[in-house]
């Protein structure tokens, strides 16, 4: 179980103090109103003690405000305390929980370390070519922990104002910022900037990398890439939750009858391409592809049993992927060893797919599969067979759907060299700023009882107080567990829905 402790939210700059997701938190759990900060006892959530709201919507009810553990944390002997346990902490702790998208059915909640993920950003920024100074644009929240680009890199992270950016609005970042590179950008949505009727109004010569992810580039996008950036290489990755990233490779690599070549591993990383019983295949044969290395993750939370299914004696993680390695060390993907459809960046199963429609009261039957699509590789195809009389369309049975989806739903070498711009606030903070405010927050949070080991949640938007949230935990050797909101959009409704359904199961390791 992931048992939350403590809980760090926001709404976006500029939501109305009446609506959003703060406001309807406190109605969705009336004791937080009569509750004293720290000492919350919600029935549904009991190992939820406490709430630190990012604004002033918390004052005079259960929930601190950003601005007191801020002050809290301006004690001098909490400082010193925060100071003497950074020599205790080990690089290996479980410092971040994610979930996997259901795979193999449902969800896995995933252990990784900083060890993992500080040198996996670090080994894909040399691969990529991230640039030691200058900009880059960081475009997802759903990659968490690209947050260290800066501290591995030496650049300067861009974040956009929106969630979800649009082409237009990466093409405005990349002009204004001359961003060098692009952190990470899911194959659909490079489709849709490459495609873009407005690219030719821009200057985007400045961008020299992107990397590419979500699912198999093909070769048509990658030369329509050198027509229309030619200035820009772009790089595809191949990765999971489990292992994050281990291969990248130039996409000029990718020649036609290769489509599904995702390159050669990152530095320090293993491969290895098995039988069916786990023996090792002779190069060009295929086979289950297993990693080993230092991004592997170190268990499902609470699961024993299939960590162990996961993972082999010595080490090596079945990623359920089948693939050929070459005579070059180039990995070659043929498909996955479970029934599997990949649209966009999002991993669905069939089976969730058809539970949902099966349940609509005109569905006799249903199969769903994987069909081409140009932008996200592979689309959703329902085949549907209504009961006797019965007459319905696709709107109709998408609209269903969408109902249901929801519940599945270095600061001592640059002090004052700018590590992050934030375009919605226009906030530029520093490695300095960084340093001392996350640690000021991490002797805050300690002050109301946040201690190592404790799952710290936060659900906010694109905002400065997230990084300085991110370090503050890892000093006090804390998991952050990221609720990851923005999926389901910024309608409120939806949020609200969201927060009723599936917070609670998220909070109680149900998810």
């Known amino acids: 179980m992931t048992r939350v402790k403590l809980l760090i939210m926001g709404d976006d700059e500029g939501t109305n103090s009446t609506d959003g997701k703060t406001a309807f938190l406190f109605t969705l759990f009336p004791e937080i109103r009569t509750a004293d900060p720290g000492k919350l006892q919600i029935e549904r959530i009991p190992t939820l003690s406490t709430i630190v709201d990012l604004d002033d919507r918390a004052i005079g009810i259960g929930a601190y405000t950003m601005e007191e553990v801020q002050r809290l944390g301006s004690d001098e002997a909490l400082l010193a305390e925060v100071r003497m346990l950074q020599p205790q902490l080990s690089c290996h702790d479980t410092f971040m929980l994610g979930f996997t998208s259901g795979s193999t059915g449902q969800p896995k909640c995933v252990e990784q370390s900083t060890y993992a993920l500080h040198n996996n950003i670090r080994f894909i920024g040399k691969a990529i070519g991230m640039p030691k100074e200058g900009t880059a644009l960081y475009p997802y929240l759903s990659f968490r922990y690209a947050v260290i680009y ?6 300067t992270l861009v974040v956009p104002a929106n969630m979800s950016p649009s082409a237009v609005d990466i093409m405005e970042i990349i002009q204004e910022e001359r961003c060098k590179a692009i952190g990470v950008l899911y194959l659909k949505d490079c489709h849709g900037l490459l495609h873009d009727p407005h690219l030719s109004e821009y200057d985007l010569s400045s961008l020299m990398q992107v990397l590419v992810t979500g699912n198999i580039t093909p070769k048509s996008l990658v030369d329509h890439a050198a027509k229309v950036l030619p200035n820009a290489k772009m790089i595809v990755g191949y990765g999971g939750t489990e292992f994050l990233f281990l291969t990248s490779m130039a996409a000029e690599m990718v020649v036609e009858g290769k489509q599904s070549t995702v390159g050669k591993l ?4 293993e491969m290895r391409i098995v039988d069916k019983d786990g023996q090792v295949v002779p190069l060009g044969h295929e086979g289950e592809v297993y990693v080993r290395g230092y991004s592997l993750f170190n268990r499902y939370r609470g699961d024993k049993e299939k960590t162990s299914k996961a993972m082999t004696g010595d080490g090596w993680y079945k990623t359920g992927d089948v693939g050929v390695l070459d005579e070059e060390g180039v990995l070659k993907l043929l498909g996955r060893v479970w029934d599997m459809i990949i649209r966009n960046a999002h991993n669905v199963h069939p089976t969730v797919v058809e539970s949902n429609l099966s349940r609509h009261p005109k569905v006799q039957d249903v199969r769903v599969v994987g069909v081409p699509d140009a932008a996200s590789v592979e689309e959703i195809c329902a ?3 209504l009961k006797e009389g019965q007459t319905a369309d696709s709107q109709e049975m998408m609209k269903f759907c969408a109902k249901i989806e929801l519940l599945d739903a270095t600061a001592a070498r640059w002090p004052d060299r700018e590590a992050y711009v934030f375009k919605k606030t226009g906030a530029r903070v520093t490695f300095r700023d960084i340093q001392e405010k996350a640690t000021r927050l991490a002797a805050g949070l300690k002050a109301i009882g946040t ?8 659900l906010f938007g694109h905002r400065p107080e997230w990084i300085y949230v991110y370090f503050a935990v890892a000093k006090l050797g804390a998991i952050v567990l990221p609720l990851r909101a923005e999926r389901i ?6 949020t ?10 998220t909070i109680n390791g149900q998810k």
């Open 451 to 458: 201690a190592r080991g404790d799952v710290v949640a936060w």
């Open 383 to 385: 085949c549907v067979i």
């Open 496 to 505: 609200k829905y969201f927060l009723t359904k599936v917070i609670q199961s």
């Open 266 to 269: 990152l530095q320090h990383a």
């Open 150 to 155: 800066p501290f591995t890199a030496g650049c």
């Open 489 to 494: 959009g910024r309608n409120v409704e939806a």
